[in-house]
Every structure is written in C-alpha cells, then in structure tokens.
C-alpha cells in the first residue's frame, strides 16, 4: 500500500465535508426560514452551523416533536463525523517521501508506520459516514420544513 492511496481516500473525506458543510449551510437557512440567513451563515465553521442548526431546531415552532428530535439526531450525527473529519485532516497525517511512510502526528510528539488497506479502508469508511450524515440531515429538514426550504439559500444567489 503507498501513500498515494491514503492521499485519495483523504480527498473523498474533503469532498464529502464540502458535501456536508453545503448541506449544513442550507439546512441553516431552512431553518431560520430566510434566504438572508446566508449573509450569517457564510461566516460560520461546520462546528458552528451545526451547533446553531440544534439550536434552532430545539425552539423551532413549526416542527413537531418527532420532526424535530430526527432534525437534532442528525445534528449529533453531523457532529460527530465532523470532529472525525478534523482529526484526520488536522491531526494525522504528513506524507513522507517514498510513498510508504506516514507521520502521525498527535500532541506534538510523531511517530511512523507504513501505510496499510486497513488505513486506507478506515479513511474511505470515514468519507461514507460523513455523506451519509449529509445525507440523513437533508433528509430530516425536508421532512420537517418541506423539500423547497432547502432551496432556501440559493434564493440569495449562494452557488453550489
């Protein structure tokens, strides 16, 4: 296995935060019920969208209560693979040259290993949660606020 594989596997972890961070975004607006929320919202980190999504999905009056814990299940899910996706984009990886031999770093101090399917297989998994978490939230806020909301930001001419 070489390095050049860890390198893709971390790509579709980028691209499926995108996917995430976008569908945050939108769920942000659907939920303030504005296409100006977008003016608010293209400041804030995934942490924060999401942190402020659960929020306003807690007080939100025209969800009901099912609508609105499936809203927040998907939040703490969002939440979860989101501080996975940091880990393994901020924390752990410097590919060397040769491509076999990653540092891991982790609390200042590194050390090295090879490699492996494993790894690599551990990476891919990752990148599927997160989609899945995307997935799961768009899912839930069309249920809850009607698939049309989620179109809520694009009124303001947000591109994809």
């Excluded at 579709?12 to 995108?18: I, K, M, N, Q, T």
């Excluded at 296409?35 to 919202?41: E, P, Q, T």
């Excluded at 924060?48 to 814990?69: K, Q």
């Excluded at 040259?97 to 990653?102: I, L, M, S, Y």
Aim: net charge negative; with cysteine.
């Amino acid at each position: 296995m070489d390095a050049s594989d860890l390198q893709r596997a971390i790509g579709r972890v980028v691209l499926e935060a995108a996917y995430l961070e976008r569908v945050l975004r939108m769920a942000f607006s659907a939920l303030m019920g504005s296409k100006y929320a977008a003016v608010v919202d293209n400041r804030l980190m995934a942490s924060a969208l999401i942190e402020d999504c659960r929020r306003i999905a807690e007080v939100h009056s025209g969800v009901s209560a099912a609508e609105r814990e499936a809203l927040i299940t998907s939040l703490r899910q969002c939440e979860l693979v989101n501080h996975a996706r940091n880990r393994a984009i901020h924390d752990d990886w410097a590919c060397r040259p040769g491509n076999v031999v990653v540092t891991l770093q982790s609390g200042g101090s590194s050390h090295e290993v090879t490699v492996t399917a494993q790894t690599v297989s551990e990476v891919d998994e990752l990148a599927d949660r997160i989609g899945s978490a995307a997935d799961q939230l768009a899912a839930a806020v069309a249920a809850a606020l009607g698939p049309d909301n989620l179109r809520t930001a694009d009124q303001q001419g947000r591109g994809s």
